[in-house]
């Protein structure tokens, strides 16, 4: 089983960009799909963004996030990055990264669900001000 360790949150204007970093333990990395999630106080964790390795890297993104944020990974570092472009505050939150097996032959919507996911890093803050 993997373990994650989440960086690179912090406090940004808005239309500002960053870029969150979670590296991972374990020797099956590539095998896992690695999904971004974010909680802001009061509110539920949501779907961020998710990316598999499956031959190629495929990528699925909330709705609120698309053309703004780009999910990537680095199989041979153990890492997925969030690349955050265009920041509102309402972007503002704990964001985490997720891990598990990824489910081949189901697609990718499953990722959207945070229950899919069995391991998860401690999260890091981003704050965008106004």
């Known amino acids: 089983q993997v373990q994650l360790v989440e960086s690179g949150g912090g406090l940004v204007q808005a239309g500002g960009s960053l870029r969150l970093s979670c590296a991972a333990s374990?020797?099956?990395?590539?095998?896992?799909?690695m999904g971004w999630f974010r909680q802001a106080p009061g509110k539920e964790r949501e779907f961020v963004a998710a990316?598999?390795?499956?031959?190629?890297?495929?990528?699925l993104y909330a709705d609120s996030v698309k053309g703004r944020f780009t999910i990537s990974r680095d199989n041979a570092k153990n890492t997925v990055y969030l690349q955050m472009n265009g920041l509102k505050p309402e972007d503002s939150a704990v964001y985490y990264c997720?891990?598990?097996?990824?489910?081949?032959?189901?697609?990718?919507?499953?990722?959207?669900?945070?229950?899919?996911?069995?391991?998860w890093g401690q999260g890091t803050q981003v704050t965008v001000s106004s």
């Open positions: 374990g020797r099956t990395f590539s095998s896992y799909a």
């Open positions: 997720a891990a598990r097996p990824h489910r081949g032959g189901d697609g990718l919507g499953y990722l959207k669900g945070r229950y899919e996911y069995d391991t």
């Open positions: 990316a598999i390795s499956w031959g190629a890297t495929y990528t």
